[in-house]
């Protein structure tokens, strides 16, 4: 799947990458897409808290509902003066356009500006100009592809850029603006493609890239030979020592000088996030939004990131 570099910055937000869970259509399609247009969005929800942190928490609770539960809604990224947070991988669809299989929910990104009760407006609208700009280099996009929800439906939507601008046309000019002198970054480049993988286990994974490689009891060439290990096997790796690498059970096989298998370790990010996330889990910590149940993974993601912050 193709998205943001969690972590990374645009404009003055920092991008959290959240990708919510398969097996509700109506929220995650999965229908595959090549972006062609971006399309804006305001939230339309005044409400105290509406942050980009609260929509999060809502498609991802939408996300997990039975189908019959929920109504075609999704959208790609939520956008506020702090974070852009990404929900759906941009090489698949949402329902945002109310244009049904038409081009704005079947090729067009969604990007929703949650402009909640005493936020900073400008710093949003800064924000999302800089995202849209960020995603036509990242995507080659011209800007006539920067539309609003109306031009797909009719809807009055971004109502606020509408009602403050008389139409769209002055907020896109602001975004081309900044596409050709603010966001001169290889966007594309940073356009990260992940598997979609549960947190990881271990330290690392490795695969092994000679025949017979010796899986032994200790790390070192007198540990008693377990079997051998064929080419292309891929394993986690649990520890590391003297450049041998542990491959569960006891088990460790030779990796000095990196010659007999690809080792990637996991970032510190990765690992400190599998700690929080289980720690909130055995914990049963709650976020408040489903009570006595236990925290979802999606909602220890933002925790842990808050934390980092202090
Ligand atoms: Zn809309």
Redesign the pocket.
């Known amino acids: 799947m193709i998205t943001l570099e969690h972590g990374s910055k645009i404009g003055n937000a920092t991008v959290i990458v959240d990708i919510i869970q398969k097996g509700n259509p109506e929220v995650r399609p999965g229908n595959k897409m090549v972006p062609k247009y971006t399309t804006d969005?305001?939230t339309?929800n005044p409400g105290r808290n509406a942050n980009a942190e609260m929509h999060n928490r809502l498609i991802h609770n939408l996300s997990s509902y039975h189908p019959k539960d929920t109504s075609h809604v999704s959208w790609h990224l939520s956008v506020d003066e702090h974070f852009i947070i990404q929900h759906i991988p941009f090489d698949e669809n949402a329902w945002?356009c109310g244009d049904g299989t038409g081009p704005g929910n079947m090729s067009s990104i969604g990007v929703?500006k949650c402009m909640h009760a005493g936020c900073d407006r400008e710093a949003i609208e800064y924000n999302a100009i800089a995202l849209h700009a960020y995603l036509m280099h990242a995507f080659k996009l011209p800007i006539d592809h920067v539309r609003p929800?109306q031009a797909w439906s009719g809807?009055y939507?971004?109502q606020l850029i509408l009602n403050k601008y008389g139409s769209f046309k002055p907020f896109r000019d602001k975004i081309e603006a900044a596409y050709k002198s603010g966001v001169k970054t290889a966007a594309a480049d940073k356009l990260k493609i992940v598997k979609e993988v549960d947190l990881v286990k271990g330290i690392g994974t490795a695969q092994v890239k000679v025949d017979g490689l010796s899986l032994r009891d200790q790390p070192n060439v007198k540990g008693k030979l377990i079997r051998k290990l064929d080419k292309g096997s891929a394993f986690t790796v649990y520890a590391e020592k003297d450049g041998w690498l542990a491959l569960g059970g006891g088990a460790w096989a030779s990796n000095v000088d990196g010659k007999y298998m690809d080792y990637e370790k996991h970032s510190n990010y990765e690992m400190e996030l599998a700690a929080a996330v289980k720690w909130a889990q055995e914990e049963k910590v709650s976020d408040g939004t489903k009570l006595g149940e236990p925290i979802t993974r999606a909602q220890a993601i933002l925790m842990h990131y808050r934390a980092s912050q202090k």
Do not use: L, S
């Open positions: 969005h305001d339309g945002h929703e929800h809807k939507c971004p």
